[in-house]
């Protein structure tokens, strides 16, 4: 994960009013591309390096982000950061994203496609159906 790219985005989103959405929007869109094009190297961050704040502003798009890779390897990651971040957690109902996140990823693997595409509009079927594929987690009948 280019941590470095990472972490000027956080700082940007952190600067970002809030009611500024297209610019929400992009910020988001930039994260979640620096999140997913190296998830092995993501989750490595989630468990060593990655601080409450930055913890906070991904739980706005932690759905997005699975909805591009659904991997459970990063909500277990997220996990971990709640535990570790107990209060935070709470103050700010991160479980629940947190839980929204592993719902869709279950969805996605049952290949529910009219409930993934309800909850992520933007989430490609085709590059879901390949990811789940490669990972020798496609239904039989989808192959």
Same mark, same amino acid.
């Not at 985005?9 to 620096?34: F, G, P």
């Not at 700010?92 to 990823?105: G, H, K, P, R, T």
């Not at 049952?110 to 390949?130: G, H, R, T």
């Given at each position: &994960? /280019?941590?470095?790219? %990472? ?10 009013? /809030? !009611?500024? *959405? ?5 910020? +988001?869109? !930039?994260?979640? *591309? @620096?999140?997913?094009? *190296? ?7 989630? #468990?060593?390096?990655?601080? $409450? !704040? ?17 991997? &459970?390897? %990063?909500? *277990?990651?997220?996990? #971990?950061?709640?535990?570790? #971040? ?7 109902? @991160?479980?629940? %994203?947190? /839980?929204?996140?592993?719902? =869709? ?6 290949? /529910?496609?009219?409930? $993934? ?12 159906? !390949?990811?789940?594929?490669? +990972?020798?987690? =496609? ?5």
């Amino acid at each position: &994960m /280019n941590t470095l790219k %990472f972490k000027a985005l956080i700082a940007k989103r952190a600067k970002t009013h /809030n !009611e500024a *959405d297209a610019e929400i929007e992009k910020c +988001h869109q !930039e994260l979640i *591309d @620096v999140l997913c094009e *190296d998830m092995p190297g993501t989750i490595k961050y989630l #468990y060593s390096e990655c601080t $409450v !704040e930055e913890f906070l502003w991904m739980s706005e798009f932690f759905e997005e982000t699975v909805a591009r890779v659904p991997d &459970m390897g %990063f909500v *277990d990651g997220l996990r #971990y950061l709640a535990q570790k #971040y107990p209060k935070e957690t709470k103050e700010y109902d @991160v479980e629940f %994203f947190i /839980n929204s996140a592993q719902y =869709l990823i279950e969805e996605i693997e049952a290949q /529910n496609w009219p409930l $993934v595409k309800e909850v992520v509009p933007e989430a490609s079927v085709p590059s879901l159906k !390949e990811w789940l594929r490669s +990972h020798g987690k =496609l239904k039989e009948k989808e192959q």
